[in-house]
């Protein structure tokens, strides 16, 4: 198995524009996670899915954010407009039963400038 | 009070000495403890994880936890140059089912 794939691996974008982030979780796993991590805050859990409904979006920082999963294959990570203050890392993991032993992918280098 | 403390370091040891990196939590009512390693650039890996009070090992890694005095730690003996990376301590608390991670402790191990 190839892991979890994100892409992009890197996104520079302008604020006001629209930034799509992409996951493809690992084949069986039934939880898909979106974490944000900065140096001042650390790693945070954004949302999570379970057999692709969103569970917990509470860590979604506001409106401008929002995160689907149409299939067990697939997931994204809207954010519009960004804002210089969403320049972060990205990551997406994915597990089987929970949060025992998340597998993290590359994760997404996003700059808004 | 954060909800899952760790030292930011840098911790810095010898190679081949014994690293000691801990964590503390403040929900008392936690049951699972993990620990993750990120080198520079790249994404968290699992390390260990522990659920009951004492020890538990795996190869160099040693993860100790206590509960009365909510702490977790991690040991790593006979460091190496490769250990060199930023080590997380996670958290499932009771009242969630969602990691809390701790703001991670740089371990710099010196040839």
């Known amino acids: 198995d190839a892991g979890v794939i994100q892409s992009p691996r890197h996104e520079v974008t302008e604020m006001g524009q629209e930034v799509t982030l992409r996951c493809k979780p690992i084949?069986?796993?039934?939880?898909l996670f979106w974490y944000r991590q900065t140096m001042m805050r650390g790693l945070e859990l954004l949302i999570y899915f379970n057999n692709n409904v969103p569970i917990d979006d509470s860590g979604m920082p506001e409106d401008r954010f929002s995160a689907k999963m149409p299939n067990a294959s697939f997931s994204t990570l809207k954010i519009q407009p960004s804002e210089p203050r969403d320049s972060a890392v990205y990551f997406c993991?994915?597990?089987?039963?929970?949060?025992?032993?998340?597998?993290f992918g590359s994760g997404t280098q996003l700059s808004v400038l | 009070q954060k909800e899952v403390e760790q030292n930011s370091g840098p911790l810095s040891v010898p190679e081949g000495a014994i690293a000691s990196l801990n964590c503390t939590y403040s929900?008392?009512?936690?049951?699972?403890f993990f620990w993750y390693r990120q080198y520079s650039g790249k994404s968290p890996e699992l390390i260990m994880f522990?659920?009951?009070?004492g020890d538990k090992e795996d190869g160099r890694f040693t993860a100790q936890l206590n509960k009365a005095s909510q702490y977790v730690s991690l040991l790593i003996r006979d460091s190496q140059p490769s250990d060199s990376a930023t080590y997380l301590c996670?958290?499932?608390?009771?009242?969630?089912?969602?990691?809390?991670f701790g703001p991670g402790t740089r371990l710099s191990v010196l040839p």
């Open positions: 929900d008392r009512g936690s049951q699972s």
């Open positions: 993991a994915s597990s089987f039963a929970g949060f025992k032993n998340p597998f």
């Open positions: 522990i659920y009951s009070n």
């Open positions: 996670a958290v499932i608390p009771s009242y969630g089912q969602n990691f809390v």
């Open positions: 084949s069986g796993h039934d939880y």
